[in-house]
């Protein structure tokens, strides 16, 4: 990969890092005129990859690109931008708006209750019926909860989760834009 590749790539994942933490600002916002705009900043993300690729195409040997080289592109690009997003989300989780990591933590914490409470009245039921099976695998989802619980509540699990996620929103949209270079090169050249 030359340098000028290396620049673009970067840039373009930086412009992609800066689409995912705006969307992620317009969720705290209410109203139609914030959906309106995540969704125009998500089809500009789509539209500016495709238009990316096709530069990144433009470089290669008899402008040829295959499945390998759209995906590997589309991950780059979302890697960058979902690592400059995470580092955002964790900036503002942690210095802006404590609070709001406060109020999910909370959320959590009553689904983790939930959870617990079925999971205990399902053991107890175990219990009464003596099924050895049943009180293994209880017990084993309330020591998962546990851990889970002490994951989801730290700082660094929602830009870590955002990441992972972003980084395979990356795969999955290059295996979607495939379909549109390969049909492109299988169309004939006219002759002129």
């Not at 969720?27 to 125009?40: D, K, P, R, T």
């Not at 955002?88 to 942690?94: D, Q, T």
């Not at 699990?157 to 992972?164: G, H, N, W």
Request: charged residues 15%.
């Amino acid at each position: 990969m030359n340098i000028e590749l290396q620049r673009r790539t970067i840039t373009h994942g930086a412009f992609i890092g800066l689409a995912i933490s705006s969307r992620f600002l317009l969720n705290f916002q209410e109203g139609v005129w914030a959906e309106i705009l995540s969704f125009v900043l998500l089809f500009s993300m789509y539209s500016a990859l495709i238009m990316w690729i096709r530069e990144y195409q433009k470089t290669l040997p008899e402008n040829k690109i295959s499945l390998k080289q759209v995906v590997s592109f589309s991950v780059k690009v979302f890697l960058i931008g979902a690592i400059i997003s995470s580092i955002f989300k964790f900036i503002f989780f942690e210095y802006i708006k404590p609070n709001i990591f406060a109020m999910l933590v909370d959320q959590y914490g009553q689904l983790y209750n939930d959870f617990i409470n079925k999971t205990n009245d399902f053991l107890l039921q175990a219990k009464k019926q003596k099924n050895a099976n049943d009180i293994l695998m209880y017990n084993t989802a309330i020591e998962q909860l546990k851990w889970l619980k002490s994951i989801v509540i730290t700082p660094y699990f929602q830009p870590i989760a955002s990441l992972i996620l972003n980084v395979f929103g990356g795969l999955i949209l290059g295996w979607f834009i495939w379909p549109i270079f390969k049909f492109n090169q299988q169309r004939p050249t006219p002759i002129k």
